[in-house]
């Protein structure tokens, strides 16, 4: 079945040592976004790319970094994280980006920040 | 600004019981509406979504959502519930020319009784 895979689905880290999260998909679909939902929140947008075109919020942290490499894979990065990172990580994807469009979710990673 | 407001952030419902959760957006134009539900440690599924055409929208699981333009309103309805139903319900509303970006409401928590 087309998915959208995330790894690790949960992740433990340190305060300030880096740590990057893995979405791949499998819809081949052009664009893929990085959600963060902290507890009891709702979604937020990170970013997303369009294919190799890169998007960020404009208040998203310097703190968090993405990379595409293929279409298949986008990871996020966050190169020191603190306290007040720790909270589930969705990635999605959607055909075009378009407004109207249906975006499928991973099943998220959840990071733990010691 | 666009935004999306569900005024009730937990629902208790008995099983088999009728449901509707509130949905409200602000919007300059003709929206793009969404409903996901989120399974606890889950990613989100798409319920249903509307864009145009007919105003009662049918999705899965035996979910209805209903606009109306006049009260700015996209209410998820579902005539009985099932235990399984018990999830987090997110409405959101596709952003205008932001490459496909969800803007979503704060969710609503729903417990079901036996």
């Known amino acids: 079945d087309a998915m959208v895979i995330q790894n690790p689905r949960y992740q433990v880290t340190q305060f300030g040592k880096p740590v990057t999260l893995s979405c791949s998909q499998t819809l081949n679909h052009n664009v893929m976004y990085w959600y963060q939902q902290k507890s009891s929140q709702a979604p937020k947008l990170l970013f997303h790319?369009?294919?190799?075109?890169?998007?960020n919020e404009a208040d998203t942290p310097d703190n968090f970094q993405s990379r595409r490499p293929n279409t298949s894979f986008c990871f996020l990065d966050i190169r020191s994280p603190g306290l007040g990172d720790a909270a589930m990580y969705l990635c999605?994807?959607?055909?075009?980006?378009?407004?109207?469009?249906?975006?499928?979710f991973g099943p998220g990673t959840r990071l733990l920040v010691l | 600004a666009q935004s999306v407001t569900q005024p009730d952030i937990h629902i208790t419902v008995s099983e088999g019981a009728s449901l509707e959760l509130r949905c409200n957006y602000s919007?300059?134009?003709?929206?793009?509406l969404f409903w996901y539900v989120q399974s606890p440690g889950q990613g989100l599924q798409l319920l249903l979504k509307y864009f145009s055409g007919d105003t009662l929208v049918q999705g899965i699981k035996g979910f209805e959502a209903e606009f109306k333009r006049s009260q700015s309103s996209f209410n998820l309805r579902k005539p009985s519930v099932h235990w399984s139903d018990a999830a987090e319900y997110f409405c959101?509303?596709?952003?205008?020319?932001?490459?496909?970006?969800?803007?979503f409401g704060q969710g609503t928590e729903l417990s079901v009784k036996p």
């Open positions: 790319y369009y294919d190799k075109d890169f998007n």
């Open positions: 919007y300059g134009a003709t929206p793009y």
């Open positions: 999605a994807t959607s055909k075009s980006g378009t407004q109207q469009e249906t975006q499928y």
């Open positions: 959101a509303v596709g952003a205008l020319n932001q490459g496909g970006k969800l803007i």
